[in-house]
């Protein structure tokens, strides 16, 4: 299985209004554990630090099979290119100031494959106990019994969530559309 592409067949994800309420909310306390074995609360960043946070359903790993009918979920798949997007834009997003983590509710070891095998220079967080995405009343979907996030990502200036994008389609092409709304954010 290819998890770097997107096959051109997939269902477009459609808002739903799951992310409505995040806007202008402050970022819980809640402790996440993070791929490099540390304890991050997105809480606790500087007043002017800006931190991005992609949120994606699961990485698949080479060799083991997606769920059933996985590519018919829309804004299932895609979590690799979109995971490759940042990591591309690692350094573009550093320049801007930018802190970037992904979030998933896999546990951090199955996180630290993806981190290993992708090269990924910044730290994914687990939420394998749903505190924080109950805590934020995140989007979530149900698949062979694991609560899973829908594909999202937004942007934490000074503790509050400033923009959320969702949903997140195609997921190859977010980083880019992140740059570019803080692009026009320094403007103002």
Known sequence: MDFQHIPNDLPIPIDDGGSDHL????IPSVILRSTDGSDIRLDDFSRNEKVVVYCYPMTGRPGIPLP???DAIPG???CTPQSCNFRDHTADLARLGVRVFGLSTQSTEYQQEAVNRLHL???LLSDEGLLFTKALMLPTFEVEGRVLLKRLTFIIISGVIEKVFYPVFPPDGNAIEVLGWLAKYGEN
């Open 68 to 70: 059933d009918g996985w």
């Open 23 to 26: 806007p202008s909310l402050h």
């Open 76 to 78: 299932a798949r895609g």
């Open 121 to 123: 220079p910044f730290n």
